[in-house]
């Protein structure tokens, strides 16, 4: 387990006032159709921030679904970019001990106090990175966030590790300071 989510996981009690099980087994009883369903009644009936209630929530989806499993299937017929992807992490745990690491089935978010970055295996040759950058202009390499939609600024196309370059670093720091 990443180690940034077992810290979590071992504080949620004192955080949130329940245990990861005692979540589950409160999300149990209820049905929600949608992730950010769940996500907004945890945080309006529970007071829980918007990091663990998104967290729990992942969680709670299917528990035979670790996070080690959710990324393992994100990166099936895609192996060769797991590299890439184990390179962009180890920068990103660089940044602070504030993170929040939440894979889902087709990406992994990386929160703060909300989501900075996105990561996601696109093709079988390229991982798309997607960043909350509202100052920044689009360039060439800085494209518009494409596939993520509302949920990124601005996105950036990885295809080796020479990719996660100063520049790309930059701007994830940039993400990550503009993220509390």
Known sequence: ?????KTMIDHMPEKTGKSLEE??????????DKHAEAVKYLKTEHQVTHGY??????????ETNAPEDLIENQYKGKENLLPIYKALMAYVKTLGTDL????????VSILRKRQFILIKPAT?????LGF?????????????SGPFG????????I????????ELKNWIKEAYDKSI
């Open 1 to 5: 387990m990443d180690k940034a989510l």
């Open 23 to 32: 979540w589950q087994t409160l999300l149990k009883k209820k049905s929600f």
């Open 53 to 62: 209630a998104n967290t729990i929530v992942t969680l709670s989806k299917d």
């Open 100 to 107: 929040t690491i939440s894979p889902k089935k087709g990406s």
């Open 124 to 128: 079988k040759t390229r991982i798309d």
């Open 132 to 144: 909350k950058l509202k100052d920044q202009p689009i360039t060439e390499r800085l494209e518009n």
């Open 150 to 157: 509302t949920m990124c600024t601005h996105s950036v196309k």
């Open 159 to 166: 295809s080796s590790i020479e990719d996660i370059d100063h």
